[in-house]
Every structure is written in C-alpha cells, then in structure tokens.
C-alpha cells in the first residue's frame, strides 16, 4: 500500500549535524502533508517538524532555528536537516505522512509512519 523508509540516522556530537531523509512509495494518489516526529525514551511522540503541500513548515520550539524540514522536487521525499544538535534531541525519529493511496480499486486515505531512525547525540 503506502511504505515510508527513514535513513540517515545515528550518533553525533553535541553542536554538530545530521541529515535524515525520509522517501514515501506505492500507491500514492497524494500528499497532504510529511513531518518528522520523534520518541525519547520514557517520553510521548512528539511532532519536530512538519510540511505541508503548499510548502509551509511547522516547527517544535524546542527545535526552531536549529531544523529544516524540506522536500526533493519528487515530493515523495523530505529531509529533516538538524544543525547544532544536543543531548536533548537523542530520540528515535519518525516520519509520518498524511497520504491518499490506492488499495485494489479502492482509495484509502490515513497518516503512515515509517520505521523509526534513531539519532543519539553524545560526545
């Protein structure tokens, strides 16, 4: 049906970078919308960043000035560029999107998540 595949996790140093990118596949008629959440241990899943169709962003506090959601031109595909990262930000990201797809002859429209990727930052 839908498939999200996150890559690009891992472990970085405090005040370094980290790309992730995230790549939807199948069926997909449209995309609402894709975003980056994200899971520390012990925590809820929390939104990070967020894009929508017509190209704006959404953005946690805790991450604005520090992330940028973007998306490639194939539009199945966005990136969560994370600069000057901190201990803070170790979690397991992932991505979601809010997808209309084909099942058969059927659509189905719902938010899918990928695998999760985690990112540990530590010196």
């Known amino acids: 049906q839908v498939q999200l595949v996150e890559s690009g996790g891992g472990l970085v140093q405090p005040g370094g970078s980290l790309r992730l990118s995230c790549s939807a596949s199948?069926?997909?008629?449209?995309?609402?919308?894709m975003g980056w959440y994200r899971q520390a241990p012990g925590k809820e899943r929390e939104l990070v960043a967020q894009?929508?169709?017509?190209?704006?962003?959404n953005y946690a506090e805790s991450v604005k000035g520090r992330f940028t959601v973007s998306r490639a031109d194939a539009k199945n595909t966005i990136y969560l560029q994370m600069n000057n990262v901190k201990p803070e930000d170790t979690a397991v990201y992932y991505c979601?999107?809010?997808?209309?797809?084909?099942?058969?002859?059927?659509?189905?429209?719902?938010?899918?998540w990928g695998q999760g990727t985690p990112v540990t930052v530590s010196s």
């Open positions: 979601n999107g809010n997808i209309l797809a084909l099942s058969g002859a059927e659509y189905v429209a719902g938010r899918f």
């Open positions: 199948g069926s997909i008629v449209r995309i609402d919308d």
């Open positions: 894009i929508i169709s017509d190209d704006s962003t």
